[in-house]
């Protein structure tokens, strides 16, 4: 059987270490059960991890804290991931 492309997202998804980087529309391709502009509007809300400004054209998200979201996505908050300790500040 072919493996589709969200599930070659997902599995290059799976690979990557926690400290890695992933840009938004990876994240599309098979690892997020939504839109671009609900992944927005769940970060500005405090539901889904902040991204990293990688550059001044690049923003993207650490894979491990992808990976904790998808865990518990009804029990992220930011409030908590920056209680933790799991997100360092810029």
Partial sequence: MAQT???RCTAAF???PDSAFVRLNQLL???LPFSASTTWRKVR???FPQP???SCQITAWRV???RRWL???KGFSEAAALSSGSMKGS
């Fill in 29 to 31: 391709h098979g690892v």
């Fill in 71 to 73: 865990a518990d996505p």
């Fill in 52 to 54: 990293v400004k990688v």
């Fill in 64 to 66: 491990g804290e992808v």
């Fill in 14 to 16: 799976d690979a990557l």
């Fill in 5 to 7: 492309t969200s599930g």
């Fill in 45 to 47: 809300e405090g539901r």
